[in-house]
């Protein structure tokens, strides 16, 4: 395995970052682009994309350099709240940049950044202790409805339990135990029932999307669940565990060309994929929204599109301004190689 770059986890870096644009394809796309079979879509991604990036982003956290990095994740949070705000006000001339509501994608890289600092503030203490404190936290956090969208505390504080599980567990020795034959096989099998439940209970499960996010506090649950969001949080925490782990134990474990190269720059994808969204729903209204939702190969065509986006964003030119970021933020005479998001 290449000691610089560990290709399952590039491999699947960029699987996840096409799902982030298929997930944001429906999500700002027009309202008849909400098909149902494209919410079961919808449902079936957001159950594990960002949950197992964040904890792959926890496997490689080190307590060094740690101003810079704090300081990287926000700058970069910002310049990519500015950028879409930007486009926003040039395509839609709407929009309102304030930092109360970090409901776009800027709010991965606080959460990154908060991340971060607490557990360097916390490294003297056990990973386990920590996610025993985390976990309850999670959980509380959904009663709350006035940390709703609010500087996305309720994504950072929700997501967070998978980021400590990510700092307990070593790279090497997490794709040394997913590769064995069996786990591939209950990977392949897990994800296919997910899908299955996706596409024929689709109807009864798309309530789960709410927890997914982690920004919904439990009282906009259905059926009268409120009651039980603690409950219904875990349910959502066990299935993105699952899929987490059936993902891990699926992609392919040598380099892939495209994909392994490409993984390592889902950063710039993600920085630049909504704004290339914007773009493609003005220029063609019907390709974003009412086509896609209603002709019959309407998911092959929305998958090769978020793969074609994913692709065209992970090269060079679109580094700027991530690389430029981090070349400012981490300047130092012994630079060290990080395999992040």
Known sequence: MDKKRLFPLDNLKFVLIVFVVIGHLIDYGSSEFQADAFHRMAVFIYAFHMPLFIFISGMFFK?????????YYLLTGLVMKATVFLFQRLIYHTGLFTFSNLNGPDWFMLALAVYTALMYWLRRCKGKWILAVALPLALAAGYIDAINTFMSVSRVVVFFPFFVLGTMLPPDAVIRFVSKRKWRVTGSVLIAVWAVLNIFWGDRIAYLKLLFTGSTPYSYLPYGLAPYGALMRLLSYTIATLLGFSFLA???????????????????????HLPLLFLLHTLDYQLCGTFLATVPWGYCVSILLSVGIALLLSTKPFAFPTNLIKKLTFQTRHKKKQQTF
């Open 63 to 71: 307590s060094e350099h740690i101003l810079r990095k704090v300081l």
């Open 250 to 272: 699926v992609v392919p474990r040598r380099e892939v060309r495209l994909q392994s190269r490409f993984g390592a720059r889902t950063l710039q994808v993600y920085f630049w």
